[in-house]
């Protein structure tokens, strides 16, 4: 019989010891039962870590097809090894420094505060490997919601160098100061900030506005795609030029595995600690991630759709809204999908809804060019789910979850007739926090790279689409993204200039077709091959 099943140990021991047997015998039993369940308990929460894991990495999966699909065919290739660098970038990074920085040399016994973890660098003296793939998977999360907002216009190099930057540094200070208990504004202090801390339950505040907020502050500083915002001389376009994405197909599948995904962000989350209410806080968490995420689509589905028939008269249901407004649902409902009633996640996702409405618009209206739409989304909604803790965290979640529940949400006091804001207090806090501490390091951050000629890529490069510039080959094109043959000409013979300069400066002859002809004869080869496959049915 297994340890798992036996409700009464005592009586059990009692029964397989006999009548006779001594104290000390029953006792030793008893032991052996409690320690065989505490094991058993510690490898199941060891493998439900793991695989929470696995299903956030596999949102990895869930943000290149919605990049892929946003995306023209011709900057495909490019996108999507953009999210691959994120996963990659991020696991070195958050290997030798980040997962030190956000969590090393933890005690939750003191109440000092510290700014950054010191110890455990590259995972020296860790001995819970669950926990820091759980948290690699988060950051390299964070990471990868800017590939989106920069697409078709950003060089390789540089998108490395962010990633690196964001998970070695600028997220691990973050998720210090939020989740680790000896964070300034952390709800698992035995002394947090004005007795309640920051309630952020899987990252609203600490993956989706941090990601979400430097993918504001790229797109400020890289500036719009070619044609976006203004014509070929530079002219303002008074309507903006949309920008369609290749495959539909694609964004929808991967939405859909983000949301599976979002399941292993949530509900893994409530796994982390001891606390013996996990399963139930884990199912309910589950529970609220699916209403808000329903409530979200609908509402950014058929608001866009009202709005469509009062301004145009020409509605339609696009497919668009709906795919984005259930991100925002998840997003929104990420930092309280633990200590919230799942009336109120419905009333979150459905809020997010209208966010994500106003968010997207606003974004055009600043001439902000963002191609997934990632700022209203995560930055937007990520601040909205944060706050909407401060109204709606219930007293009998918050004590299953941080064992108190005297500071529950403005909603709650009210109704208990009183109005303590303090819970809503520490969520502004926290917030301005994030923003800052984003914009002091990643603002100059990206400037620096603009400044050194290594953020955005060549005028040319983007016409010509970055899959022919970075990968070698023509791009696959659709029927919205023909390129006029004279830029793939100038594109190679600028591309056989540079490979020419470079032979000169090590001392090697130039090629044979560029002395003869100066690089226009495999000029008038791509031409033909371009005309070649825009006529091909």
Partial sequence: MGSSTIQDPYGYCKELEGEDAS?????????????????????????????????????????????????????VQNTMLKNLLDACGAAIAFFTVGYAFAYGGSK????????????????????DYAFFLFQYAFSAASATIVAGTLAERCQMAAYLCYSIMLTGWVYPVIAHSIWSPNGFLSAHS????????????????????????????????????RGRFHD???????TPREFPGHSMALQMLGTFI???????????????????????????????TTLA?????????????????????????DLKYAMNGVLCGLVSVTAGCGVLEPWAAVVIGSIAGVLYI????????????????????????????????????????????????????LFYTWRDGNSDALLLGTQCVGILFILGWVFVIMFPFFIWLDWKGWFRSDALEEIVGL????????ALMSDGDEINPEYISAYRQKKQEKQDGLRRRKGGPQSDTTRETGGFEEDHDVDHDVDEEQNDP
């Fill in 23 to 75: 104290t000390d015998e029953i006792l030793r039993c008893v032991t052996n039962i409690l320690a065989r369940d505490a094991g058993s308990l510690q490898y199941s929460r060891t493998v439900l870590v793991v695989f929470s894991a696995s299903l956030v990495f596999f949102m990895q999966a869930g943000f290149a097809m919605v990049c892929a699909g946003a995306v023209r065919k011709k900057n």
């Fill in 108 to 127: 939750p016994e003191s109440s000092e505060k510290t700014f950054i973890g010191t110890q455990n660098f590259f995972l020296l003296d860790e001995e």
């Fill in 190 to 225: 035995i002394d947090p900030l004005w007795g309640v801390g920051m309630i952020d339950f899987a990252g609203s505040g600490v993956v989706h506005v941090t990601g979400g907020t430097t993918a504001l502050f790229a797109t400020v500083i890289l500036g719009p795609r």
């Fill in 232 to 238: 070929d001389t530079g002219r303002r376009l008074e």
């Fill in 258 to 288: 983000l949301w599976f995904g979002w399941y292993g962000f949530n509900c893994g989350s409530a796994l982390l600690s001891d606390n013996i209410y996990g399963s139930d806080v884990a199912a309910l968490a589950g529970v609220n």
């Fill in 293 to 317: 995420a329903g409530s979200a689509g609908i509402v950014a589905l058929f608001l866009n759709l009202f709005a469509l028939e009062r301004y145009t008269g020409e509605p339609y249901f």
């Fill in 358 to 409: 106003l968010g997207t618009r606003g974004l055009v209206a600043l001439r902000l060019d963002d191609a997934v739409d990632a700022i209203p989304v995560h930055m937007v909604n990520g601040i909205w789910g944060t706050l909407a803790v401060g109204f709606f965290a219930s007293p009998r979640q918050l004590l299953k979850v941080y064992g108190r529940d005297d500071h529950p949400g």
């Fill in 467 to 474: 899959d022919t510039s970075y990968h070698g080959g023509l």
